[in-house]
């Protein structure tokens, strides 16, 4: 299993509130992407990383950025958190020329009040 | 664009039972399609895969066959166990970053 590390696993936030979510991986794979999941609509892209300092955006990439300095971490940045990003947050990696399989952290579930 | 389908379930079922979670898909050109099962508070693992038609996925008695004339890969198991109940996803890749996930099916098994 690829080592991928999420922090914090948990936290609670106020809206309005800036929030980063880290994401920490030991494989050197190239590919990093955060995802969030709700009842009702699986897994969705927020963000993805093609390599450092190489990112571009996902299917619900409003309210969020992202940044990659160095291939091992993957940051997200909720700007300014509103209720409707309480989710759980989900880190993903991937080796180039992988087969496509995906490798996932344990998750950050995030509750803004 | 890509998209997968497959109930949402709760899926129950006696411990033993025979398991089949349906999944179908649309998408254009030649996907790959993968199983994926999430534990209660963990992360997504791979299950099994298939990445051309007629190929059949396995691992641990789960067994999925990639059918191009139906657009399905549904997941079976002989022989279920308390230890399958999770929340399993049916997910459709066209490279790198056109990963297409499903709702997920959660499976409850009862002793």
């Known amino acids: 299993d690829a080592g991928i590390t999420q922090s914090p696993r948990h936290k609670v936030t106020e809206t309005g509130t800036p929030v980063t979510l880290r994401c920490h991986q030991t494989?050197?794979?190239?590919?990093m992407y955060w995802y969030r999941q709700d009842p009702g609509h699986g897994l969705r892209l927020i963000h993805y990383?093609?390599?450092?300092?190489?990112?571009d955006k996902g299917e619900v990439s409003d309210g969020y950025s992202v940044s990659r300095s160095k291939t091992e971490d993957f940051l997200l940045t909720l700007e300014s958190a509103t209720s409707s990003q309480t989710s759980v947050y989900f880190c993903?990696?991937?080796?180039?020329?992988?087969?496509?399989?995906?490798?996932f952290g344990p998750g950050t579930r995030l509750l803004v009040l | 664009g890509d998209s997968v389908t497959q109930m949402e379930g709760p899926v129950t079922l006696s411990e033993e039972a025979f398991l089949t979670i349906n999944c179908t898909y649309t998408?254009?050109?030649?996907?790959?399609l993968f199983w994926y099962v999430q534990y209660p508070g963990e992360g997504l693992q791979l299950l099994l895969k298939?990445?051309?038609?007629?190929d059949k996925g396995s691992n641990k008695g789960f067994e999925a066959t990639y059918r191009k004339e139906t657009t399905s890969f549904h997941l079976e198991k002989g022989s279920v166990q308390v230890s399958d109940s999770a929340v399993y996803f049916c997910?459709?890749?066209?490279?790198?970053?056109?990963?297409?996930f499903g709702i997920g099916t959660k499976l409850q098994v009862i002793p």
């Open positions: 997910v459709l890749s066209g490279g790198y970053q056109k990963v297409t």
């Open positions: 990383s093609y390599g450092v300092k190489d990112t």
């Open positions: 998408a254009t050109g030649y996907p790959s």
């Open positions: 993903a990696t991937q080796p180039a020329g992988g087969g496509e399989t995906q490798y």
């Open positions: 298939a990445t051309k038609a007629d």
């Open positions: 494989e050197n794979h190239r590919y």
